[in-house]
């Protein structure tokens, strides 16, 4: 079945960097989108990123434009989340997710989730 | 704020049903039929259960129904049960260059 682990996350400073990663498998992840989505304390979801199948499309949400990196590893079946320039408001539950189909813009498989908290 | 509009909060008895709204613009909801529920335990990762406005993944109970109308689309849930309180989330396409835009969450009490 679909699997998605993310991990990296933690505690980090205002003004810090943390890279989070997806490990994916039970599909073919050559052939997906996938999406970074987070998820505030007691708040809703906000979409992030996604990358496209080749990593030829990017799209960033305007709130992490130009701080945030997204890329992939085919080989790896990995999903990657490069965060600098790190704000309060970037504290959140970052789940990486997979679309229903391989570029659909509905979400069929998230991950567990990895905190991030970025506080003083 | 968030970019559709859904009530902060809904309350049902169980056997009863309820309906939550998600409102947005002719840029998604009303303009695409891509239109998606989700629904989360606290704690846990959202769970697809509606898709495409109003199909239902594999194993998702048919208690769970979904339309739209306009700008506005709604999941209904009829015979409500305990285990259906959560947190309920829409999401939808959108042209704008987020590319999915989510309601702010209703949290669903079964009283």
């Known amino acids: 079945q679909v699997q998605l682990v993310e991990s990296g996350g933690g505690l980090v400073k205002p003004g810090g960097s943390l890279r989070l990663s997806c490990a994916a498998s039970g599909f073919t992840f050559s052939d997906y989108y996938i999406y970074w989505i987070r998820q505030a304390p007691g708040k809703g979801l906000e979409w992030v990123s996604y990358?496209?199948?080749?990593?030829?499309?990017?799209s960033y949400a305007d709130s992490v434009k130009g701080r945030f990196t997204i890329s992939r590893d085919n080989a790896k079946n990995s999903l990657y989340l490069e965060m600098n320039s790190l704000r309060a408001e970037d504290t959140a539950v970052y789940y990486c997710?997979?679309?229903?189909?391989?570029?659909?813009?509905?979400?069929?498989?998230w991950g567990q989730g990895t905190l991030v908290t970025v506080s003083s | 704020q968030s970019a559709l509009t859904q009530p902060a909060s809904v309350s049902g008895s169980p056997g009863q049903s309820i309906t939550i709204s998600c409102t947005g613009t002719s840029s998604d909801v009303g303009g695409y039929n891509y239109v998606s529920w989700y629904q989360q335990h606290p704690g846990k990762a959202p769970k697809l259960i509606i898709y495409d406005v109003n199909k239902r993944p594999s194993g998702v109970s048919n208690r769970f129904s979904g339309s739209k109308s306009g700008n506005t689309a709604s999941l209904t849930i009829s015979g409500l049960q305990a285990e259906d309180e959560a947190d309920f989330y829409c999401?939808?396409?959108?042209?704008?260059?987020?590319?999915?835009?989510f309601g702010g969450g209703t949290k669903l009490t079964v009283v």
């Open positions: 999401g939808s396409y959108t042209t704008r260059s987020t590319f999915v835009v």
């Open positions: 990358i496209s199948s080749s990593s030829s499309t990017i």
């Open positions: 997710a997979r679309p229903l189909a391989t570029s659909s813009s509905t979400v069929d498989s």
